[in-house]
């Protein structure tokens, strides 16, 4: 594992692309600050220097169904939190008791049977001063190193490349946010009040809408009063 640092950069996701062009990877990428980092589905995702960490770990893998891909990254800080109750609200959003705390971001550039694949994981280690996003604190903060938690999420990784994601389902059904519960879920711009029932073995989400089952493999869950118009 090849480790890059830098005392600010607009986002951590792009330096790992650009070092991955001459690196062969695995690499991480961190920063003290980071002025444009970007969340899921392109939202903002705010950083406040001493308060949030951030970093990407890029590599090259043979292109092959990466789907659950990223909820692995999620089992892997999880792992590595192991001293905080961390849940993942499907697909990868930390969860500290209710509130998010963090979120991982998967993204990747497919060329022939080769696909180059940055995960990026942002975690709030304070409450946040210039946004509402929760924070871990409670001094575990300081015990988070972007090491361990590269190493762990690699060896998760190494381990679905192996094999699939079917080896990982009971432990993320054990982690998973309102296992059992109703949530609202939003699919598109139609929202649908479901029961979370658990993952299949290719890590979409299990439902109960009514009596009816279906497998979602897109769509979040809103956290209770989302409003609409802020998804
Ligand atoms: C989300 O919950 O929407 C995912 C957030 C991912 C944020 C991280 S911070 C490190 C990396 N660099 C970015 O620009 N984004 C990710």
Same mark, same amino acid.
């Given at each position: 594992?090849?480790?890059f640092?830098?005392?600010?950069?607009?986002?951590t996701?792009?330096?790992?692309?650009?070092?991955?062009?001459s690196?062969?990877?695995?690499?991480?990428?961190?920063?003290?600050?980071?002025?444009?980092g970007?969340?899921?589905?392109?939202r903002?995702?705010i950083?406040?220097?001493?308060?949030?960490l951030?970093?990407?770990l890029?590599f090259?893998?043979?292109?092959k169904?990466?789907?659950?891909?990223?909820l692995v990254?999620?089992?892997?800080?999880v792992?590595?939190?192991?001293?905080?109750?961390?849940?993942?609200?499907?697909p990868?959003?930390l969860?500290?008791?209710?509130?998010?705390?963090? +979120?991982?971001? &998967?993204e990747? #550039? /497919?060329? $022939? !049977?080769?696909?180059?694949?940055v @995960?990026?994981?942002?975690?709030?280690l304070?409450?946040l001063?210039?946004?509402?996003?929760s924070?871990i604190?409670?001094?575990?903060e300081?015990?988070?190193?972007?090491?361990?938690?590269?190493?762990?999420?690699?060896?998760?990784?190494?381990?679905?490349f192996k094999?699939d994601?079917?080896?990982?389902?009971?432990?993320y059904?054990?982690?998973?946010?309102?296992? +059992?519960?109703? &949530?609202?879920? #939003? /699919?598109? $711009? !139609?929202?649908?009040?479901?029961? @979370?029932?658990?993952?299949?073995?290719?890590?979409?989400?299990?439902?109960?809408?009514?009596?009816?089952?279906s497998?979602?493999d897109?769509?979040e869950?809103?956290?209770s009063?989302?409003?609409?118009s802020?998804?």
């Amino acid at each position: 594992m090849n480790y890059f640092h830098f005392a600010s950069l607009p986002s951590t996701q792009d330096k790992a692309f650009e070092l991955l062009e001459s690196t062969a990877g695995p690499l991480v990428v961190s920063v003290d600050e980071q002025t444009k980092g970007r969340g899921r589905l392109q939202r903002p995702w705010i950083h406040e220097k001493e308060n949030s960490l951030a970093m990407s770990l890029g590599f090259h893998v043979p292109a092959k169904n990466l789907s659950a891909l990223s909820l692995v990254v999620g089992l892997g800080v999880v792992k590595e939190l192991s001293a905080l109750p961390l849940q993942l609200k499907w697909p990868n959003d930390l969860m500290l008791r209710d509130s998010k705390v963090g +979120g991982i971001l &998967v993204e990747s #550039k /497919i060329l $022939e !049977s080769q696909a180059t694949v940055v @995960v990026g994981i942002g975690i709030n280690l304070q409450h946040l001063k210039t946004a509402p996003y929760s924070g871990i604190g409670n001094g575990i903060e300081y015990l988070i190193s972007v090491k361990g938690v590269a190493e762990t999420v690699w060896k998760y990784l190494c381990e679905f490349f192996k094999s699939d994601f079917s080896v990982f389902r009971s432990e993320y059904e054990k982690i998973l946010w309102r296992r +059992g519960q109703s &949530v609202r879920f #939003k /699919i598109q $711009e !139609s929202i649908s009040e479901m029961k @979370v029932i658990g993952v299949d073995a290719s890590g979409a989400l299990i439902v109960d809408r009514g009596g009816k089952i279906s497998m979602q493999d897109s769509g979040e869950i809103l956290f209770s009063g989302e409003q609409i118009s802020e998804v």
